[in-house]
């Protein structure tokens, strides 16, 4: 069965809250980590809410299972649930992103998710990444009408580098949407899309790209 090869050098994962980007992609950076080069960044701490404050450590923790370096991995201070009253603000920093690392793909949220934070990531993620593919993931608990047009086959071992790094969010451990069940349930249900074990599922918010001329040798 073949797949569609997709190259990227670059890789950009943005989140708005703690969470977010291992919830939505976790088993793909696990998958990918070491292999190419990736950024993760997040827009918000977390700090504003007095019972959150142990959030950064246990994020640094969960990219760390992932397979990050901590240069790798940055956290933004925008205080969460105000990201639309600061979105130009949220702009001029994903611009900053976009001199500093370049990403040829940028995974953020997707237009689905009805969080004011999640969906003013994604609208500023579109207008500052305009020349550059964009992806968008899904986070369970806040998305309606969620459905999976690009389809990345994961394997097993990346799916359980995954569920430990959720683990690492003991803040999070009696959310229904940290279930290792659901987690798993919802990476078969991906994979059963594509004919594939397991998947991670996203939509398509931009795709550029080019066709080539395959080598007559593996025609």
């Known amino acids: 069965m073949s797949e569609m090869l997709f190259h990227g050098k670059r890789i950009?994962?943005?989140?708005?809250?703690?969470?977010?980007?291992?919830?939505?992609?976790?088993?793909?950076?696990?998958e990918l980590a070491g292999k190419t080069e990736l950024l993760a960044v997040t827009i918000s701490d977390n700090h504003h809410n007095s019972s959150l404050h142990s959030l950064p450590d246990q994020h640094a923790a969960a990219m760390a299972t992932l397979g990050l370096q901590p240069d790798q991995v940055r956290l933004l201070t925008f205080e969460t649930r105000r990201f639309p009253q600061f979105r130009q603000?949220?702009?001029?920093?994903?611009?900053?992103?976009?001199?500093?690392?370049?990403?040829?793909?940028?995974?953020?949220?997707s237009p689905a998710d009805l969080h004011q934070d999640h969906k003013t990531t994604t609208e500023e993620a579109l207008r500052a990444y305009r020349g550059r593919t964009?992806?968008?993931?899904?986070?369970?608990?806040?998305?309606?009408?969620?459905?999976?047009?690009?389809?990345?086959p994961v394997?097993?071992?990346?799916?359980?580098?995954?569920?430990?790094?959720?683990?690492?969010?003991?803040?999070?451990?009696?959310?229904y949407y940290f279930d290792p069940k659901l987690t798993r349930a919802t990476l078969i249900r991906n994979g059963a899309l594509c004919e594939r074990k397991l998947a991670e599922g996203f939509d398509i918010l931009r795709m550029v790209a080019s066709f080539g001329e395959l080598n007559q040798d593996n025609k």
């Not at 950009?12 to 919830?23: Q, S, V, Y």
């Not at 071992?157 to 959310?175: H, I, V």
């Open 134 to 152: 964009v992806l968008g993931f899904d986070v369970i608990r806040s998305s309606y009408g969620f459905f999976p047009t690009f389809l990345i």
């Open 12 to 30: 950009l994962f943005l989140g708005a809250h703690p969470d977010d980007i291992e919830l939505g992609c976790g088993a793909l950076i696990a």
């Open 155 to 175: 394997s097993e071992e990346a799916l359980t580098k995954k569920l430990n790094a959720l683990a690492c969010y003991t803040t999070y451990r009696d959310k």
């Open 89 to 109: 603000e949220i702009l001029e920093a994903m611009i900053q992103l976009l001199k500093e690392f370049d990403p040829e793909i940028v995974f953020v949220h």
